[in-house]
């Protein structure tokens, strides 16, 4: 396709001269365009074929060729989905879990990277670092001593190992993204604000806080999509059926009995959906404040 | 240490041991660090009753035969020798991890790369692909295996039935041994490609001053020129640090596998991640899952550092020495 590409190119070089410019500028930009076409095609397919299989009746699903539509969509497949396995309660625990760590995410790492950003005290850089060196680090190697913890506090089978940890400053990712926030933020602001007598607390809440807000909404948001879409701790933590978030639970509905032998893809699919689409609606609402704290990590990263 | 009320310096002259050992000599800059202190406390907290102290906790426990119903029992390097010599899926789960790592992290980045590229063109529209582009990252983890699961399905998946319209009989994927594999690479690239890492090169494309692209123009550098002597070199901290993320974000995976294959067929996707997974939480072999974790952490710092050598090679910090 490149030497296709290459071949179009030169072929329009080959015009003849004075017009040659502007055609090889278009015929470049068409060329662009359909590249760019075909490539958001193959990112937008297995959404596409996510919702119509989801919309499709059982025998449907297996026709040869397979249709793209489906006869008459059947929305109520959803709501089966939602009676197939407690998908309601799922939900439910997963607004709990992500609620409640988000909250403490946000509230947490702005006040540790306040810490990081507008005090001087011995050892803040070596806590600093210390802070970036646990971004390196995998999981897998803290996580069986957190569960000897928590199961040491009989927590296991709760939502609580889901949520607290995150209340202790959220994590070294938002605390670094915070604190870049902050630094970027005159220190005069604040030093104004001591003079006429207000407290670190009152600097903090009044001054600083309100002009962090799209870094806020930036951890926020991150914080929301990785809850809402981590597997691993609720795998670990959670063992009954009534625990369980969303994430967790969706792959049970591989293991669903088929009933009469009947495929139950179009279930799992629109159960798909329902776990996909908070985090496409926080995306779509909120865009700006995604790239804005994806950008900040790295660029000082 | 920071739990002195902070009036007590305020209101004397004198600085106490405590302030000096903040690293304040003025009873106002002790007022400081120990508000400072406060602020960091929770976070303190949390490093140490989540992350330090559990390193310590699986450094000790690695040397153990720990199965939580009973205390461990101190095994020396028992689990090490028992992870090289007597466990016959640690090493093919290294080399499936490696493999998959090897196509990801280099297919990703040149991907991730290549898109940003794209959109950094300033063509109209570009906003609208970009979000096109970062909504497979949304996608948990789960309901990316089973929707990939159904898009790979051998008879009546449309990829297999798009191939077939080509003239190929599309092998079994997720089912087959030899196509497991490289069935989870397309769906992760497919997932990450266009996420975090395109929109962090983005960044770092912008970031490029165009003065200089400008002045190499003049000069009569072409297209490929450019890139090679002003984008690639401005860029290269931030391709410096994808590489390091994708190279930690590859040797993790595990929801995809564990979720889509579980493992198999026949353990050709038994990623490093499942194995310590399944030893130290389906088999509770606290100890040897330690152990596990342990190597895990080494052969990433070591990656990571290799990284990090060899960059000083080819990463350029416009800033100068930094």
């Given at each position: 396709?490149?030497?296709?590409?290459?071949?179009?190119?030169?072929?329009?070089?080959?015009?003849?001269?004075?017009?040659?410019?502007?055609?090889?500028?278009?015929?470049?930009?068409?060329?662009?365009?359909?590249?760019?076409?075909?490539?958001?095609v193959i990112?937008?397919f297995p959404?596409?074929w996510?919702?119509?299989?989801?919309?499709?009746?059982?025998?449907?699903?297996?026709?040869y060729p397979p249709?793209l539509?489906?006869?008459?969509?059947?929305?109520?497949?959803?709501?089966?989905?939602?009676?197939?396995?407690?998908?309601?309660?799922?939900?439910?625990?997963?607004?709990?879990?992500?609620?409640?760590?988000?909250?403490?995410?946000?509230?947490?790492?702005?006040?540790?990277?306040?810490?990081?950003?507008?005090?001087?005290?011995?050892?803040?850089?070596?806590?600093?670092?210390?802070?970036?060196?646990?971004?390196?680090?995998?999981?897998?190697?803290?996580?069986?001593?957190?569960?000897?913890?928590?199961?040491?506090?009989?927590?296991?089978?709760?939502?609580?190992?889901?949520?607290?940890?995150?209340?202790?400053?959220?994590?070294?990712?938002?605390?670094?993204?915070?604190?870049?926030?902050?630094?970027?933020?005159?220190?005069?602001?604040?030093?104004?604000?001591?003079?006429?007598?207000?407290?670190?607390?009152?600097?903090?809440?009044?001054?600083?806080?309100?002009?962090?807000?799209?870094?806020?909404?930036?951890?926020?948001?991150?914080?929301?999509?990785?809850?809402?879409?981590?597997?691993?701790?609720?795998?670990?933590?959670?063992?009954?059926?009534?625990?369980?978030?969303?994430?967790?639970?969706?792959?049970?509905?591989?293991?669903?009995?088929?009933?009469?032998?009947?495929?139950?893809?179009?279930?799992?699919?629109?159960?798909?959906?329902?776990?996909?689409?908070?985090?496409?609606?926080?995306?779509?609402?909120?865009?700006?404040?995604?790239?804005?704290?994806?950008?900040?990590?790295?660029?000082?990263? | 240490?920071?739990?002195?009320?902070?009036?007590?310096?305020?209101?004397?002259?004198?600085?106490?041991?405590?302030?000096?050992?903040?690293?304040?000599?003025?009873?106002?800059?002790?007022?400081?660090?120990?508000?400072?202190?406060?602020?960091?406390?929770?976070?303190?907290?949390?490093?140490?009753?989540?992350?330090?102290?559990?390193?310590?906790?699986?450094?000790?426990?690695?040397?153990?035969?720990?199965?939580?119903?009973?205390?461990?029992?101190?095994?020396?390097?028992?689990?090490?020798?028992?992870?090289?010599?007597?466990?016959?899926?640690?090493?093919?789960?290294?080399?499936?991890?490696?493999?998959?790592?090897?196509?990801?992290?280099?297919?990703?980045?040149?991907?991730?790369?290549?898109?940003?590229?794209?959109?950094?063109?300033?063509?109209?529209?570009?906003?609208?692909?970009?979000?096109?582009?970062?909504?497979?990252?949304?996608?948990?983890?789960?309901?990316?295996?089973?929707?990939?699961?159904?898009l790979f399905h051998?008879e009546v998946g449309p990829i297999n039935v798009a191939l077939s319209y080509a003239g190929i009989k599309g092998?079994?994927w997720?089912?087959?041994?030899?196509?497991?594999?490289?069935?989870?690479?397309?769906?992760?690239?497919?997932?990450?490609?266009?996420?975090?890492?395109?929109?962090?090169?983005?960044?770092?494309?912008?970031?490029?001053?165009?003065?200089?692209?400008?002045?190499?123009?003049?000069?009569?550098?072409?297209?490929?020129?450019?890139?090679?002597?002003?984008?690639?070199?401005?860029?290269?901290?931030?391709?410096?640090?994808?590489?390091?993320?994708?190279?930690?974000?590859?040797?993790?995976?595990?929801?995809?596998?564990?979720?889509?294959?579980?493992?198999?067929?026949?353990?050709?996707?038994?990623?490093?991640?499942?194995?310590?997974?399944?030893?130290?939480?389906?088999?509770?072999?606290?100890?040897?899952?330690?152990?596990?974790?342990?190597?895990?952490?080494?052969?990433?710092?070591?990656?990571?550092?290799?990284?990090?050598?060899?960059?000083?090679?080819?990463?350029?910090?416009?800033?100068?020495?930094?």
């Amino acid at each position: 396709m490149a030497r296709q590409q290459a071949f179009l190119v030169e072929l329009a070089g080959a015009r003849p001269a004075g017009r040659s410019h502007a055609i090889a500028w278009s015929v470049g930009n068409v060329l662009f365009y359909l590249a760019i076409a075909l490539l958001s095609v193959i990112f937008l397919f297995p959404f596409f074929w996510t919702v119509t299989s989801s919309l499709k009746q059982p025998f449907e699903l297996f026709e040869y060729p397979p249709k793209l539509f489906p006869s008459v969509p059947q929305v109520q497949n959803y709501l089966t989905a939602l009676n197939t396995e407690p998908l309601l309660l799922w939900v439910w625990n997963s607004v709990i879990v992500v609620t409640l760590s988000t909250i403490g995410v946000v509230v947490s790492s702005s006040v540790v990277a306040y810490s990081f950003a507008r005090f001087e005290y011995r050892g803040r850089e070596l806590f600093f670092i210390l802070t970036l060196a646990t971004m390196m680090l995998p999981a897998q190697v803290t996580l069986i001593p957190q569960f000897i913890l928590f199961n040491a506090l009989g927590w296991i089978n709760t939502l609580l190992p889901l949520w607290v940890p995150f209340l202790f400053g959220g994590g070294a990712f938002y605390i670094f993204l915070m604190r870049q926030f902050l630094l970027s933020l005159p220190a005069d602001l604040d030093e104004a604000a001591l003079i006429d007598g207000a407290s670190y607390l009152q600097v903090f809440w009044l001054v600083l806080l309100p002009l962090c807000q799209p870094a806020l909404a930036a951890v926020a948001i991150i914080s929301f999509v990785s809850t809402w879409n981590d597997f691993l701790s609720p795998l670990i933590y959670l063992n009954s059926q009534e625990k369980f978030t969303l994430a967790l639970g969706l792959q049970f509905f591989q293991n669903v009995p088929e009933e009469g032998g009947m495929p139950l893809q179009h279930l799992l699919m629109a159960a798909s959906v329902m776990a996909m689409i908070p985090c496409l609606v926080l995306f779509f609402s909120f865009q700006r404040y995604f790239v804005e704290g994806v950008v900040l990590s790295g660029i000082k990263g | 240490m920071a739990q002195a009320p902070p009036r007590i310096a305020g209101r004397t002259r004198e600085v106490s041991w405590l302030a000096r050992a903040a690293g304040a000599n003025s009873p106002l800059k002790a007022h400081k660090a120990l508000w400072g202190y406060i602020f960091l406390s929770p976070w303190l907290v949390g490093l140490v009753v989540f992350i330090v102290g559990p390193i310590i906790a699986s450094f000790y426990l690695s040397f153990t035969d720990y199965q939580v119903m009973s205390p461990p029992n101190w095994v020396g390097l028992a689990n090490y020798e028992k992870a090289f010599t007597g466990d016959n899926l640690f090493w093919p789960s290294i080399w499936v991890t490696l493999k998959y790592a090897l196509v990801v992290v280099p297919v990703g980045l040149l991907g991730s790369l290549l898109l940003a590229m794209a959109l950094n063109q300033g063509k109209r529209g570009t906003y609208s692909f970009r979000t096109i582009f970062y909504l497979p990252s949304l996608v948990p983890a789960v309901a990316l295996a089973l929707v990939w699961t159904w898009l790979f399905h051998p008879e009546v998946g449309p990829i297999n039935v798009a191939l077939s319209y080509a003239g190929i009989k599309g092998p079994a994927w997720i089912a087959d041994d030899h196509w497991a594999l490289p069935a989870l690479i397309i769906i992760s690239l497919w997932s990450s490609v266009g996420g975090n890492t395109m929109l962090i090169f983005l960044a770092g494309l912008q970031g490029v001053p165009s003065a200089l692209l400008d002045a190499a123009a003049i000069d009569g550098a072409g297209r490929w020129a450019k890139f090679r002597h002003i984008t690639l070199p401005m860029i290269s901290p931030t391709v410096l640090f994808n590489l390091i993320l994708g190279v930690i974000g590859a040797l993790k995976v595990f929801t995809l596998a564990f979720v889509a294959t579980k493992g198999g067929p026949n353990y050709a996707t038994w990623f490093f991640a499942l194995h310590i997974y399944q030893q130290a939480f389906s088999y509770f072999r606290m100890g040897y899952g330690s152990a596990l974790a342990w190597l895990f952490v080494i052969m990433l710092l070591a990656f990571t550092y290799l990284q990090l050598r060899v960059s000083q090679r080819w990463v350029y910090y416009a800033g100068g020495e930094s």
